[in-house]
């Protein structure tokens, strides 16, 4: 079992920052690779960001490259999603998970190879 816990999410106004951060508990941290993905009501789960178990490989979906950034600290069981320049369609629940399937962009990218998720933080990014 893996415990998630994500913070740092709230009300911003467009162009700001957030980040926000997922610490985790219970099993070894470092043998899973961690995701945020993202939902809004009445759409899919949405893949947002994803990095390898030893933080050497991120990955991004294209509407966040650029403007947010994937990273973690095996030592401290946490990884956090530092983003920028937020836009009002990045409005979400944004939720950190982990998987088993580490070292692989297919894998990482899809929320159903994830097996442990946190609760979620609300993001709202006001015009």
């Known amino acids: 079992q893996v415990q998630l816990a994500e913070s740092g999410g709230g009300l911003v106004q467009a162009g700001d920052s957030l980040k926000l951060s997922c610490a985790a508990s219970?099993?070894?941290?470092?043998?899973?690779?961690m995701g945020w993905f993202r939902q809004v009501p009445g759409k899919d789960r949405e893949f947002v960001a994803a990095?390898?178990?030893?933080?050497?490989?991120?990955y991004y979906a294209d509407s966040v490259k650029g403007r947010f950034t994937i990273s973690r600290d095996n030592a401290q069981n946490t990884v956090w999603l530092q983003m920028n320049s937020l836009k009002p369609e990045d409005s979400a629940v944004y939720s950190c998970?982990?998987?088993?399937?580490?070292?692989?962009?297919?894998?990482?990218?899809?929320?159903?190879?994830?097996?442990?998720w946190g609760q979620g933080t609300q993001v709202t990014v006001s015009s």
């Open positions: 219970g099993r070894t941290f470092s043998a899973y690779g």
């Open positions: 990095i390898t178990k030893s933080g050497d490989t991120t």
């Open positions: 998970a982990a998987t088993p399937f580490s070292n692989d962009n297919y894998f990482l990218r899809s929320h159903r190879y994830y097996d442990y």
